[in-house]
């Protein structure tokens, strides 16, 4: 929670984290979008999650689904398919999570991997996109970001990102900062969220001596980065 909430500041997005159950009508209606991080599970926390998404789904307003270690668990994955039924607007997950639930919602799979590269979980995370009407995106060393029917790769980025938990985690955050101010395309909102992390990655790690200044470095830039350096060091593709 540090990580991510540190990210949408730097970034220049109001971050809260919630979750009490009676809170969540009222923050839903401040909020311009609601990310659900699965990454800590109590019966309490899996309870306020679904009320959040069921009044942000009810408010018109688009939410995020960090499915956090998918398939690890029996309950993890039945915590997770249960959100799904309640339409995200953004599945954001490395590869192995998205062929979990892409599995779990009949996908054929072979089996959770999880060394598996993104582009072994493209044809689960496009039938994914076309079974729950969402945007899926895929961590790894290169991003993929579709809707079912189109796809945008992405390619900034740091391997050593890697050493640091919780970079996914935030470059979940920063998606939905990105989807809350341009709800009209959550495809693109998301592509754009994992180039500018993965750049603000990349400076960083010229001067980073390991993960823990590369840690810091990368909040410094995603806080410093000017329009010229996105322009030109934004590296996306069909």
Known sequence: MDLMANTLLAAGASPAMVHATEEAEQFIQLANALLINVGTLSPTWV???????HFAQKAGKPWIL???????T????????????????LVRGNASEI?????????????VDSTAESTEALEYGMQLARTYGCIVAISGAEDLVTDGERLVRVANGVK????ITATGCA????????????????????????AVFGLASEVAARSA???????????????????????SGVRLRD
């Open 47 to 53: 309870e306020s999650m679904k009320v959040a998404a």
């Open 66 to 72: 960090d499915p956090v270690g998918a398939g690890a």
């Open 74 to 89: 029996a309950h993890r994955l039945e915590a997770i398919m249960q959100l799904m039924k309640l339409r995200p607007t």
């Open 99 to 111: 062929m979990a639930v892409a599995g779990a919602a009949g996908a054929t799979s072979k089996g």
């Open 160 to 163: 050593m990102l890697q050493s």
């Open 171 to 194: 470059v979940t955050a920063l998606a939905a900062a990105f989807v809350a101010c341009a709800p009209e395309d959550p495809l693109l909102a998301t592509a754009h969220a994992f």
């Open 209 to 231: 001596k390991g993960p823990g200044s590369l840690r810091v470095g990368l909040l410094d830039q995603l806080y410093g980065l000017e329009e010229q350096q996105v322009l």
